[in-house]
Each structure stands twice: as C-alpha cells, then as structure tokens.
Nanobody, 125 residues
Framework: VQLQASGGGLVQAGGSLRLSCAAS????????MGWFRQAPGKEREFVAA????????SYADSVKGRFTISRDNAKNTAYLQMNSLEPEDTAVYYC???????????????????WGQGTLVTVSS
C-alpha cells in the first residue's frame, strides 16, 4: 500500500486547509486511516482516524471541533478538513493506514502499518 498525502501550505490563523491522503496498491488492507503530525522539536502526535468500514472517527482533544476526518471509498482517499487553524497547528502532517481494525482508539504510530510522506502545514499568526 502506498499513501500519498497532499494539501499542505501556508495559511493565516483562523483559516482553513484540507489535506488528502490517497491510497494505492493493495487498498483492501487499509481498514483504518489516520493522521498524525509532528511539529518542530516535538514528538509525533495523533490527530484523527477513521474506519473504512463504518466511518467511525476519533480525534485528539486539541483538534476536536476544528478538524474533521472523512473518506471517499470509491477514490480510496481520506481527507482532513482543518478549520480555525492556529499557529500551534503548524507541523508536518502524515497519513497512515492500519491493515486490520476491529474497533477502539488507535492513537500510537506503532498501531499503523503504512505511512505516507508528510505534507507541511504552516499557520502564521
């Protein structure tokens, strides 16, 4: 499975961006899709995840109410709509996929089997 993340860029505080993560290859093996981010000098952290089968979602507390994760099964693509962006959201955003998923929160990088390259999001104040 290959994951291709896109959509990053420079935006002012309060603005919006939508990230995309397109999966190719053996996409049947992407039961759960997630987004993580890593800010300069900080550890990678979980942002959001969505189940491919029933669209159940989970979010980090820091983004609840501002970010929305969604997916388009026909396009094998997951999205992260980011609204009300804050300078603290500045980071490289990575998408990830987990082969098997039967429920529960998967918030650790080790929970995921495949990773895409990062896309940089910069929020200016």
């Amino acid at each position: 499975v290959q994951l291709q993340a896109s959509g990053g860029g420079l935006v002012q505080a309060g603005g919006s961006l939508r990230l995309s993560c397109a999966a190719s290859g053996r996409t049947i093996s992407t039961a759960l899709m997630g987004w993580f981010r890593q800010a300069p000098g900080k550890e990678r952290e979980f942002v959001a995840a969505i189940s491919w089968s029933n669209s159940s979602t989970s979010y980090a507390d820091s983004v609840k109410g501002r970010f929305t994760i969604s997916r388009d099964n026909a396009k094998n693509t997951a999205y992260l709509q980011m609204n009300s962006l804050e300078p603290e959201d500045t980071a490289v955003y990575y998408c990830a996929a987990r082969r098997y998923y039967t429920g529960g929160q998967r918030i650790y990088g080790s929970d995921y089997d495949y990773w895409g390259q990062g896309t940089l999001v910069t929020v200016s104040s």
